[in-house]
């Protein structure tokens, strides 16, 4: 087998060579990836810096071990790291890279994900879920075994489930109805979240999300896990459902399992497309996002400019409501050209709403303004601009 080396944050690592990207590669590696596993990298160093105690690592995913070495050489004040993969082949091109890189404190094992979990329950401060697909399968023996007060980094790349091009797989593994919309992504997000809201719960626990994202083919969210039946039972009071009516654009939140949902609109009557369970509490922890930029500043990373574009951009929208507008969809239900979005964004917030852009969408808008409010203002604008011109 033919390999090459690749540098990566502050690793050297040996890959095999394969022409495609593919879970059906010899050995694991993705370099699409590396942003991703450059947030991962701020958001483990930021969460360390805030405990009193070194930390140990999960990565139940390992591949070629990137992670694992990164997570060792990038983080201070890990402890220990276990590197797991089913395939004998990257276990053993891991356990050559951790060697690569003279790291002594990880430990690569031929293992099942959900076996090295089960089998090191409340061992690990940090699980890392990363698998070539859905976590679905992964969840609750991560929520089941993974420490109190522990972080937990899922990703999901099943988004044309999440995201309902594909209904019934949705159904399927999450348990959840999906709902093809302008901001599809972020109730996927918000379907992945409810999902691990529902196996914590099982265990007495609940999750505090830290951040999460939606990034090219990818879906990610980092959450603290704290325990408590009875703050695990307010926090089930985030799951709920969305109605989303396709005719005005109009969206109505319904918390709750099994909550009374109407059928129709109340703005024009149109029938309602229903989306959930999922979840409808805060996606982003605006302080430690906060941190977690300056924490970025003050590493080498190669991504660093689109990440900290994307953890600004979250940053301007986490205190914002649930869902966004698209200026392009609302335009094109008013039958008219999009105005320049940024004068549409000084008119908001001339009038004292909440308004941000969204990295889920360039052209989303997330506002607190009403929606019929926020339609006769773009027709405003546009008509301010045609006088102009007149």
């Not at 939140?253 to 909550?259: D, Q, V």
Request: proline content about 5%.
């Amino acid at each position: 087998m033919d390999t090459h080396i690749i540098e990566e944050g502050l690793v050297k690592i040996e890959v095999p060579d394969f022409e495609k990207v593919s879970a059906r590669a010899p050995v694991f590696y993705n370099p699409v990836m590396e942003m991703n596993r450059d947030i991962s990298v701020v958001v483990i160093n930021q969460y360390r810096k805030e405990l009193d105690h070194d930390i140990s690592i999960c990565d139940a995913f390992g591949g070629t071990g990137i992670r694992g070495a990164r997570y060792s050489k990038e983080i201070p004040g890990v402890e220990s790291v276990v590197v797991g993969d089913v395939n004998p082949l990257a276990v053993e091109i891991a356990k050559k890279n951790m060697e690569l890189n003279g790291i002594s404190n990880v430990d690569v094992q031929k293992n099942d994900a959900n076996i090295l979990l089960q089998s090191n329950k409340g061992l690990f401060d940090v699980v890392d879920i990363d698998p070539f697909g859905t976590p679905a399968m992964f969840i609750q023996s991560t929520a089941a075994n993974i420490r109190p007060g522990g972080l937990i980094c899922i990703s999901a790349t099943d988004t044309s489930a999440l995201c309902g091009t594909y209904h019934d797989p949705c159904l399927r593994k999450y348990g959840a109805e999906p709902q093809k919309t302008e901001y599809c992504h972020e109730n996927g997000i918000r379907i992945l979240a409810a999902s691990i809201a529902r196996n914590l719960a099982v265990n007495q626990k609940y999750l505090h999300i830290l951040f999460s994202h939606s990034t090219e083919h990818y879906m990610r969210i980092y959450a603290i896990v704290k325990r408590g039946g009875k703050a695990t039972n307010e926090s089930l009071d985030n799951i709920g459902f969305i109605a989303h009516c396709p005719n005005c654009l109009h969206r109505e939140l319904i918390h709750g399992y099994s909550p009374a949902i109407p059928d129709c609109c109340p703005t024009c009557g149109g029938k309602y497309d229903v989306a959930g369970p999922l979840w409808l509490g805060p996606l982003w922890d605006k302080e430690f996002l906060a941190n977690m930029i300056e924490t970025a500043e003050n590493l080498e990373l190669n991504k660093k400019d689109e990440l900290l574009k994307l953890f600004n951009s979250c940053y301007e929208e986490a205190e914002g409501p649930v869902t966004f507008y698209d200026i392009h969809k609302i335009c094109k239900k008013l039958k008219i050209s999009s105005p320049k979005i940024n004068d549409v964004i000084d008119e908001i917030r001339n009038r004292g709403y909440f308004i941000s852009r969204t990295h889920f969408k360039l052209t989303g808008l997330r506002t607190n303004m009403p929606l019929d409010e926020l339609k006769q203002l773009i027709l405003d604008i546009k008509e301010e601009k045609l006088g102009v011109e007149a």
